[in-house]
T-cell receptor, first 113, second 114 residues
Framework: GENVEQHPSTLSVQEGDSAVIKCTYSDSASNYFPWYKQELGKRPQLIIDIRSNVGEKKDQRIAVTLNKTAKHFSLHITETQPEDSAVYFCAASFTGGGNKLTFGTGTQLKVEL | NAGVTQTPKFQVLKTGQSMTLQCAQDMNHEYMSWYRQDPGMGLRLIHYSVGAGITDQGEVPNGYNVSRSTTEDFPLRLLSAAPSQTSVYFC?????????????FGSGTQLSVL
């Protein structure tokens, strides 16, 4: 089955700096890559997703890039703010793969003032 | 719309007890799933369903049963609780039955097994 590795496990940045979280996946058939944000004590919420036919997608301060050849994808957050502090999860799945979304182990992002 | 509703929010069980975690959604989503979240291990899929009457196993199905008699409800049953099942459980649904796309999560159930 699919295996998703996520790095780093913790990340601390100064307010206004950029943050980058990286994930690798094992199954070359994977074609859907979402990112979820989970604030402390809350439910995970989708913040951005990308399909394999797209190399990059942006939504205001967040962007996701995908390198299918290397089987890795990354989340980029620019101009970080204190409210960006949360745990971020990457995930991967593929159409016809039994609808199984496999998550990474999460990155705790802390934005310091 | 309430979205995805999970009950209870907290539960303490003794080893060997059984219980059912409830999950209901009012978005007419075909796809529903159960995940458990443990520190340092991310979210792991327990069971999922692509429609009423259809269920399948995820990554960590042992010790859990599910059924899907209606589109709205997807309960998770713990048959004989074990301390290893202490975790936070999330139910999630999606409009897509082909792909676990744009999941909506419930607020979670924190379960402790003593």
């Amino acid at each position: 089955g699919e295996n998703v590795e996520q790095h780093p496990s913790t990340l601390s940045v100064q307010e206004g700096d950029s943050a980058v979280i990286k994930c690798t996946y094992s199954d070359s058939a994977s074609n859907y890559f979402p990112w979820y944000k989970q604030e402390l004590g809350k439910r995970p919420q989708l913040i951005i997703d990308i399909r394999s036919n797209v190399g990059e997608k942006k939504d205001q301060r967040i962007a996701v890039t995908l390198n299918k050849t290397a089987k890795h994808f990354s989340l980029h957050i620019t101009e970080t703010q204190p409210e960006d502090s949360a745990v971020y999860f990457c995930a991967a799945s593929f159409t016809g793969g039994g609808n199984k979304l496999t998550f990474g182990t999460g990155t705790q992002l802390k934005v310091e003032l | 719309n309430a979205g995805v509703t999970q009950t209870p929010k907290f539960q303490v069980l003794k080893t060997g007890q059984s219980m059912t975690l409830q999950c209901a959604q009012d978005m007419n989503h075909e796809y529903m799933s159960w995940y458990r979240q443990d520190p340092g291990m991310g979210l792991r899929l327990i069971h999922y369903s692509v429609g009423a009457g259809i269920t399948d196993q995820g990554e960590v199905p042992n010790g859990y049963n599910v059924s899907r008699s209606t589109t709205e409800d997807f309960p998770l049953r713990l048959l004989s609780a074990a301390p290893s099942q202490t975790s936070v459980y999330f139910c999630a649904s999606s409009y897509s039955s082909r792909l676990a796309e744009k999941l909506f999560f419930g607020s979670g159930t924190q379960l402790s097994v003593l």
